[in-house]
């Protein structure tokens, strides 16, 4: 940048004569654009500042090269600007040279040098490395590319080449390590995401080299080495050898020197004067002996942080010292600790709830004004203010305070969306074609019209569904703290009508239920309620009045109770935790209604994650029942009778097909009834998971007949994804055992929601 300023007086206001654009070199930019990125302009007052911004102003446009302003100073106080300017080349043309795997088209997707800008060879260069790592992603990982710019004097004008030798597109076929003495390959590779190439990698997008990944790679196993003890390892980047046995094929061999394994020596304290040495080594998890492993021993000062913090010691820090034992070998700690004094809770400050009551924000919270600051149950309070999810993000700090030994506890939040409106058609294997909307409010405001009715974390549901073969209406409200209090109440009208479960009549409820659920202790929470249905069976088949049909309108008056317990980590693509529900349900008697029965059922499954790569997961689900009518004239309806077959159990067979059966084929339903399903899935992308999966199931036609003799089984192969925000299973079903009845062969099912 340079700009001539002979010919003018310091302290004189001199005013803007003619300025005038001369271009050095090609002009192949238009003067306009020059005067448009000015703002000295003629007849103005000359300002130096101005004429400063804008000659940066014409630098920033990136069309030129060089740009210089000179004066010409006259009699009347008058200067004349002489604005030089040299562009920049630009680009007259892109083009690509020995890519015959891969269109043009394709390639100038990636790069940011394009026709008519201007000529910037370091953006050209970034371009080349941008085709060279598009190439390596694809499997290109020998591919290697130049660029060359052919400038025109005259025309101002340059050519862009890019050539490319592509070489062989290449899988990986193995992962092989050199060194590991003590740690087996297996273990290592699965710290990589560099991975050989198999059935589903080109889904994964997985079985090709790639250098940066490849790095990070060789980074996460010096990592994993010193989490084992060998802090001295070695995995030289220039050690790894790329072979090629056959074209397209490539084994990569990873040289580790692993060095000696340290191990823990003696353990001391020092600065603790609040707690004795013998119960701080007892928190510790890592003990003399051991390996020396950083991640365990970080999370060993975590503990003794926390320890300290769940007494009120908020600012005690814990810091660990490595004295290496010459005579032993051993690395010796010491966990030098400095002691803070107590604090205790001021106040709660709540910043940005911008809808949610603070009352519901607290509530959460089991830290209150003037108890012991503990921290442990600042974070519980945490993790209680994130499950209800209500908030995209959850931040919770001591802040200081001017009165000693006091600190408030700042919540802070931000507010996430809790209300969803969802409308649409779906098709499912079961029923068929669909079409539905959905108003659904987690953070639900009964009396609070002025902000939408939002902001007091009570739950709200009206659904409605119409189907070739059900439909129904639903409306649900929830208070999850009434009076306050961890007390749950919540209620439900509905009316459904369906065709799909049966084949004899079309069945239509209609009725509601309230209920009380609170947790009784730990994890295990109890529900009562209180349901009232109306059952009216239309179209029926005179001849299955034999089967048990009951025809007509039947009034169904109904206590139930229930106990849960959850600790599932996820309820959708569940990786770890389980569900126990146990449930008993007693109809007629002292309740009133027209039916006299009760159900007892159990429902359980156990998630296990199996392998970190690709969150391969086993679940096991079992689930067992029985139902029966009691008193002497009562009579169990075909309805309440258990089935099973279908898209929600066995998947190997046709809805509700599994069953005892009269001597026509007919299904007669059962008072009894168990089964087991084993899955084991992983991601292929996530959210998208494979799945296999092992169904077995039985239904015997008395009470309390829990033999499996009858059972019948199936295997089958499915995928979990989402669509429009909602779980859809996709499952392919092949019967093993079966009846002679319901022997019909390989079965396609797809549902929305969980099986769990």
């Known amino acids: 940048m340079n700009a001539q300023t002979e010919g003018t007086e310091e302290g004189q206001n001199y005013k803007v004569g003619s300025i005038t654009v001369r271009f050095m070199g090609t002009a192949n930019v238009n003067e306009q654009v020059v005067r448009a990125n000015m703002q000295v302009k003629e007849g103005n007052v000359l300002d130096d500042t101005m004429l400063d911004r804008d000659i940066r102003s014409l630098y920033r446009t990136g069309l030129f090269e060089f740009i210089e302003v000179k004066r010409e100073v006259l009699d009347t106080h008058t200067v004349n600007l002489v604005v030089e300017v040299t562009p920049k080349y630009r680009v007259l043309t892109i083009k690509f040279e020995g890519n015959e795997r891969v269109k043009s088209r394709r390639l100038q997707k990636e790069i940011k040098t394009k026709p008519n800008l201007a000529l910037d060879e370091r953006q050209v260069k970034e371009d080349a490395e941008k085709i060279r790592e598009y190439y390596q992603k694809t499997g290109y990982n020998q591919v290697t590319v130049n660029y060359s710019v052919d400038r025109n004097r005259e025309t101002g004008f340059g050519t862009v080449l890019f050539k490319i030798h592509e070489g062989a597109r290449v899988k990986i076929s193995d992962v092989r390590f050199v060194g590991n003495d003590h740690i087996k390959a297996r273990k290592l590779r699965k710290q990589m995401e560099t991975k050989r190439w198999w059935m589903f990698s080109w889904l994964l997008g997985t079985g090709r080299l790639k250098d940066d990944q490849f790095e990070d790679d060789l980074e996460k196993l010096r990592d994993f080495y010193r989490d084992e003890g060998y802090l001295d390892v070695e995995i030289p980047a220039d050690k790894v050898i790329y072979d090629y046995p056959k074209p397209g094929k490539l084994i990569i061999t990873i040289q580790v020197t692993e060095g000696r394994q340290y191990k823990i020596g003696d353990i001391t304290f020092s600065g603790n004067k609040l707690h004795p040495t013998a119960l701080l080594r007892f928190m510790l998890r890592q003990q003399p002996g051991m390996v020396f492993s950083p991640s365990k021993l970080d999370k060993d000062i975590e503990g003794l942080e926390d320890f300290y913090g769940k007494d009120g010691y908020l600012d005690t820090s814990v810091r660990l010292i490595r004295k290496p034992n010459v005579a032993t070998g051993n690395i010796d700690i010491e966990y030098?600790?400095?002691?803070?004094?107590?604090?205790?809770?001021?106040?709660?400050?709540?910043?940005?709830?911008?809808?949610?009551?603070?009352?519901?924000?607290?509530?959460?919270?089991?830290?209150?004004?003037?108890?012991?600051?503990?921290?442990?149950?600042?974070?519980?309070?945490?993790?209680?203010?994130?499950?209800?999810?209500?908030?995209?993000?959850?931040?919770?700090?001591?802040?200081?305070?001017?009165?000693?030994?006091?600190?408030?506890?700042?919540?802070?939040?931000?507010?996430?969306?809790?209300?969803?409106?969802?409308?649409?058609?779906?098709?499912?294997?079961?029923?068929?074609?669909?079409?539905?909307?959905?108003?659904?409010?987690?953070?639900?405001?009964?009396?609070?019209?002025?902000?939408?009715?939002?902001?007091?974390?009570?739950k709200f549901r009206l659904r409605l569904q119409y189907g070739s073969r059900s439909s129904e209406a639903i409306v649900s409200f929830e208070e999850p703290y009434l009076f306050e209090k961890e007390l749950t109440l919540g209620f439900s009208l509905f009316r459904t009508t369906s065709n799909y479960d049966n084949q004899f009549y079309d069945e239509i409820r209609t009725g509601g239920e309230v209920y009380i659920r609170k947790r009784l202790f730990e994890l295990v929470e109890g529900r009562i309620s209180y349901s009232y249905q109306v059952v009216n069976i239309e179209n029926l088949d005179p001849a299955a009045l034999t089967l048990g049909y009951l025809p007509g309108t039947q009034h169904v008056s109904m206590v139930g109770f229930q106990l849960l317990r959850e600790t599932r980590d996820k309820i959708v693509n569940t990786t770890s935790g389980n569900r126990m529900e146990l449930t008993t349900e007693v109809a007629g008697g002292p309740f009133g209604g027209d039916l006299d029965f009760y159900r007892l059922e159990f429902r359980g499954s156990q998630f296990f994650p199996i392998f970190e790569a690709q969150t391969q997961v086993l679940a096991i689900v079992g689930r067992a029942g029985v139902v029966d009518s009691y008193g002497q004239t009562s009579r169990l309806p075909y309805y309440e009778r258990w089935f099973l077959g279908g898209p929600n159990n066995l998947r190997g067979f046709e809805n509700r097909d599994v069953g005892p059966k009269d001597s026509n084929g007919y299904n007669l339903g059962g008072k009894t009834y168990g089964m087991l399903t084993l899955e084991y899935s992983l991601d292929i992308v996530s959210p998208v998971r494979f799945a296999v999966f092992y169904d077995a199931g039985f239904v015997n036609i008395d009470p309390y007949d829990f033999s499996p003799a009858g059972y019948n089984d199936d295997f089958g192969v499915g995928l979990r994804l989402f669509v429009a925000g909602a779980p859809l299973s996709l499952d392919f079903g092949i019967p093993l055992t079966s009846d002679r009845y319901n022997k019909k062969g390989n079965q396609f099912n797809f549902s929305f929601g969980t099986r769990f």
């Open 336 to 458: 030098k600790i400095d002691e803070s004094e107590q604090f205790f809770v001021e106040s709660i400050k709540i910043e940005g709830n911008t809808k949610t009551k603070s009352i519901v924000i607290l509530r959460e919270l089991v830290l209150g004004p003037g108890e012991v600051f503990n921290t442990v149950r600042m974070k519980i309070s945490k993790v209680r203010l994130e499950n209800t999810r209500f908030f995209e993000d959850v931040n919770l700090t001591p802040e200081s305070t001017n009165i000693p030994g006091r600190r408030n506890l700042k919540v802070a939040l931000k507010e996430g969306r809790t209300g969803n409106l969802t409308f649409g058609a779906g098709f499912s294997s079961l029923e068929k074609g669909v079409i539905f909307a959905e108003l659904t409010q987690s953070n639900f405001d009964l009396f609070n019209r002025r902000s939408f009715f939002q902001g007091d974390g009570q």
